[in-house]
């Protein structure tokens, strides 16, 4: 099984709320999850973003790749995603 995390959307038209969730790659994006680890509130921007860090990562730890939305989100929210060190805005994995 392919783990993902990545965001479910909810809300009502133009006023969209995100569930941080870890699911299987193979389903639908607001298909069946295996956990809930946080929300985004795009409206309220940086405070809307909530993140289980110990949850997030134990994921990474096992080896769930992170969409780049979710990414972004776990910057803005120092959740570590390499080598237990956070990873800031503008660091960029090098090309091999």
Known sequence: MSVVIRLSRGGTKKAAHYQIVVA?????????????????????????????????CHWLARGAKPSQAVRSLFR?????????????????????
């Open 24 to 56: 299987d790659s193979r389903r639908a994006r607001d298909g069946r999850l295996v956990e809930q680890i946080g929300t985004y509130n795009p409206i309220r921007d940086e405070e809307g973003v909530r993140v289980n860090v110990e949850r997030a």
């Open 76 to 96: 803005k929210a120092g959740v570590p995603l390499a080598g237990g060190q956070p990873v800031a805005s503008g660091d960029v994995p090098a090309a091999e």
